[in-house]
Nanobody
Framework: QLQLVESGGGLVQAGGSLRLSCTSS????????IGWFRQAPGKERESVSCLSASGGTINYADSVKGRATISRDRAKNTVDLQISDLRPDDTAVYYC??????????????WGKGTAVTVSS
């Protein structure tokens, strides 16, 4: 079993930036693809970014392309998502998920409980 924990959410003004972090205290994330997803109030959960285990696959949603960077720190056992130039429509609960492949998307097996991001205008 893999337990994921997100951190780094909060309240930020539009134009600011946040760095979200995903980690597991019990297992290494190194062999997992890690995806970041978000769910805004009243909307369906959507993919934001994903990083494969090897690092050879990185993808970003069009809505954050050019503003987001996903990265893995194997020493710290974290996968971070940094988003800059935040907009009010980035307001959502952000979740990280893990599985064998980024291609699984919302069907990834392991999920954290999420961290809330609120962007004020």
């Amino acid at each position: 079993q893999l337990q994921l924990v997100e951190s780094g959410g909060g309240l930020v003004q539009a134009g600011g930036s946040l760095r979200l972090s995903c980690t597991s205290s019990r297992r290494s994330l190194s062999s997992f693809a890690i995806g970041w997803f978000r769910q805004a109030p009243g909307k369906e959960r959507e993919s934001v970014s994903c990083l494969s285990a090897s690092g050879g696959t990185i993808n970003y949603a069009d809505s954050v392309k050019g503003r987001a960077t996903i990265s893995r720190d194997r020493a710290k056992n974290t996968v971070d998502l940094q988003i800059s130039d935040l907009r009010p429509d980035d307001t959502a609960v952000y979740y990280c998920a893990a599985d064998d492949s980024c291609g699984l998307g919302l069907r990834m097996d392991y999920w954290g409980k999420g961290t809330a991001v609120t962007v004020s205008s």
